[in-house]
């Protein structure tokens, strides 16, 4: 049962171009979204977040959208550089808990 | 360093052998946390400590694994009689204390092969 899914296993972009990643989540108890980001033999990387009351929250190249109604959220990288090539990871926490459950994961790949 | 920091990077070992992975988190850092990695799959939750509460031990898979925490400090893992579905990397992660949710902040991992 997987509450929090990324339906997308791998994307290849161009660089300068805009990355958009999406997941999905089946929970409507979660109220606060992360998104990080994985290089090869390392640990994640903490990206951005969003909490439930909002539905945008801008950091420089990366935008995460919520969309609370289609239980969604997007993560846009625009433009898009080589060095963003990486796994992202989507993880979703429950209300009044720490604990994070991940999605699978995509794959970006950022070509010049 | 800085960062959390787990021990070993890499950890070989025959079925049935007990294991023992390391996690120091970043200083000051109230909560830890452990997951596991299988190949291909996400980061599935296994164990949670914060501060002096009671350990959230919802995800740990089998009583062959367990997790102690010194104080707010180091944390270790321990699978007993491994089993190859063992194999993964797990990563301990911790967040710093404050109102509202922390960013978990991960380290390396170990990456865990049963023979």
């Known amino acids: 049962d997987q509450q929090v899914k990324q339906n997308s296993p791998s994307l290849s972009v161009q660089e300068g171009r805009i990355s958009i990643l999406n997941c999905d989540y089946t929970?409507?108890?979660?109220?606060?979204f992360l998104w990080y980001k994985k290089y090869p033999a390392e640990g994640p990387t903490f990206l951005i977040s969003?909490?439930?009351?909002?539905d945008k929250n801008e950091d420089g190249r990366f935008t995460v959208f919520l969309n609370k109604s289609a239980k969604h959220l997007s993560l846009h990288i625009v433009p898009s550089q080589p060095g963003d090539s990486a796994v992202y990871f989507c993880?979703?926490?429950?209300?009044?808990?720490?604990?994070?459950?991940f999605g699978t994961g995509t794959r970006l790949q950022v070509f010049p | 360093g800085a960062g959390v920091s787990q021990s070993p990077s890499n950890k070989v070992t025959e079925k049935g052998k007990d294991v023992e992975l390391r996690c120091d988190p970043i200083?000051?850092?109230?909560?830890l946390y452990w997951y596991r990695q299988r190949l291909g799959q996400g980061l599935e939750f296994l164990i949670y400590?914060?501060?002096?509460?009671?350990?959230?031990k919802s995800g740990l898979p089998s009583d062959r694994f367990s997790a102690e925490r010194t104080g707010e400090s180091v944390s270790t893992l321990t699978i007993q009689r491994t089993q190859q579905e063992d194999s993964a990397v797990y990563l301990c992660?911790?967040?710093?204390?404050?109102?509202?949710?922390?960013?978990?902040?991960f380290g390396d991992g170990t990456r865990l092969s049963i023979l």
């Open positions: 929970n409507s108890m979660f109220d606060y």
């Open positions: 969003i909490s439930s009351i909002k």
């Open positions: 993880a979703a926490c429950l209300y009044n808990t720490d604990k994070l459950i």
């Open positions: 200083s000051g850092h109230t909560a």
């Open positions: 400590f914060q501060g002096n509460s009671a350990p959230d």
């Open positions: 992660a911790s967040s710093p204390p404050g109102i509202g949710n922390q960013p978990q902040h």
